[in-house]
């Protein structure tokens, strides 16, 4: 049996008023997810639990079948675990975001513009995070440089217990009431402060005003967390697994569970990425793994711009260029498989952030004949299928058949 998960980050939505009520799901022209959801299970999947924050982390953390209120140490480490870096058990992953604010003299009176500083490129933030370096870098706090607006902060022998807000959390939002506090929240926010200063007038940000480019002009801390430990996912599961993702965060799971990470010429964060190329890179994978995880950034990234049309695009070229591939090479050939088709949250386009709703998904396996049902929200909770964890659906998934 081969196991495949297809999970479009963010994919889930609240009606939507220029749809007429209806969601991006709905409207969406699907037509392989919804043979599929026809044909399959579908359902509706408590991916966050009660008490823990709506973010990617928990929710793939869930979907991959572990369970987040027992092995989630916070969401930097992951990524940190992804770019290569070696923690300490006294030290502290902080995620850096290179972010757009507006230009209010006072620092705590600016708004969050873009909390991906105009979704700045690879080798530009490389620059702006060169900056952040040679100013704020020394034995207690070393940075390292990520993908676009996503970087990392060590800080070393160091303690949890400063607050933090994720920026996608406050899109369009005034800063003010959502700064660093706690144990180094001075420090931190001062080190945020500073940050504007070097980076507001740094060329790269000049040139990219000038070619009406938002500038990435401070960078943005949060989402501490002590170094991670994960099950190997074989050990766990009983079969091998792979990952594909362009996220840091996701890639960082991967490699805590002991999977094999591939990386696919590409492959963003965004609704530019090589849809196709991670199918095909997941059909090489399963000559040789029995479980291959694609994760697909676009529709959260959508979700958190507001952008309603490129979230179905997102949608479309996942159902077009993923799911339509795979299924007919996997039904040429003679093995059995499964797929799981589903968001890890839902990021609604009205509020530009996660939130801990129930998502939708469709299990089906080869041969089944099942819901009749189109997929979406509405018809999912229909069902009356409902699993109350994602570690739960996963053993449904990797163990139900």
Request: hydrophobic share 35%; aromatic share 6%; glycine share 10%.
């Given at each position: ?90 030290d502290l992953a902080v995620r850096c975001n290179l972010v757009t604010l ?40 070393e940075f390292i440089a990520g993908v676009s607006y996503r970087h990392c ?40 402060k500073r940050s504007y200063e070097i980076l507001k007038d740094h060329p ?198």
């Amino acid at each position: 049996m081969k196991y495949v998960v297809i999970l479009g980050d963010g994919m889930a939505d609240h009606p939507v008023d220029e749809l007429g009520g209806k969601t991006p799901l709905q409207v969406a022209n699907k037509p392989n997810i919804d043979r599929l959801s026809r044909l399959g299970e579908l359902g509706l999947v408590k991916t966050v639990p009660e008490g823990m924050k709506p973010g990617s982390d928990v929710a793939n953390l869930a979907v991959m079948g572990y369970d987040p209120q027992k092995c989630y140490t916070g969401r930097s480490p992951l990524e940190a675990l992804s770019m290569g870096v070696k923690m300490a058990d006294d030290d502290l992953a902080v995620r850096c975001n290179l972010v757009t604010l507006s230009g209010e003299e006072r620092y705590e009176d600016k708004t969050m513009v873009d909390y991906s500083g105009g979704e700045i490129s690879t080798p530009e933030a490389a620059e702006l995070m060169a900056a952040v370096r040679a100013e704020f870098g020394d034995e207690l706090h070393e940075f390292i440089a990520g993908v676009s607006y996503r970087h990392c902060m060590i800080r070393h022998h160091s303690a949890t217990g400063t607050t933090y807000t994720p920026p996608h959390d406050i899109s369009d939002k005034p800063i003010k009431g959502h700064l660093p506090g706690g144990r180094y929240g001075e420090e931190v926010l001062a080190m945020m402060k500073r940050s504007y200063e070097i980076l507001k007038d740094h060329p790269v940000n000049k040139k990219r005003e000038a070619e009406g480019k938002r500038p990435a002009n401070s960078i943005w801390l949060w989402g501490e967390g002590t170094r991670p430990a994960l099950e190997n996912f074989e050990r766990r599961w009983g079969i091998k697994g792979a990952v594909i993702s362009a996220v840091d965060l996701v890639k960082g799971i991967g490699m805590g569970a002991g999977m094999q990470v591939i990386e696919v010429k590409g492959a963003t964060a965004d609704y530019h990425t090589n849809f196709a190329g991670k199918a095909q890179a997941a059909l090489d994978a399963l000559k040789e793994r029995d479980y291959v995880y694609i994760h697909m950034e676009a529709p959260d990234e959508c979700g958190h711009q507001g952008d309603l049309a490129h979230k179905i695009y997102s949608i479309e070229q996942i159902d077009e260029k993923v799911v339509k591939y795979i299924v007919e090479r996997l039904d040429a050939g003679k093995e059995d498989y499964s797929l799981l088709i589903m968001p890890d949250h839902p990021t609604p386009l009205k509020l530009k952030t996660h939130v801990s709703d129930p998502v939708p998904y469709v299990l089906y396996r080869r041969g089944d004949k099942g819901s009749g049902m189109a997929y979406c929200e509405e018809n999912a909770a229909k069902g009356g299928i409902y699993y109350a964890s994602g570690e739960a659906l996963a053993k449904h998934f990797l163990q139900g058949r």
